[in-house]
């Protein structure tokens, strides 16, 4: 399937908009999140 610019223009709206409306709830939810673990799993294949 092939998409046009328009096509992709709609589509990047479209997730922007999303993320938009949800930032403040997922900061919410994942301010306190310990991400050691994911450097840690990310660093050892480096």
């Not at 908009?17 to 994942?30: I, L, N, P, R, V």
Request: aromatic fraction near 10%; avoid cysteine; charged fraction near 25%.
């Amino acid at each position: 399937m092939k998409l046009n610019p328009q096509d992709l223009e709609k589509i990047a709206h479209l997730t922007l908009e999303h993320y938009d409306q949800y930032a403040a709830e997922f900061w919410q939810g994942t301010r306190d999140h310990d991400v050691s673990r994911n450097i840690a799993a990310l660093l050892q294949y480096i």
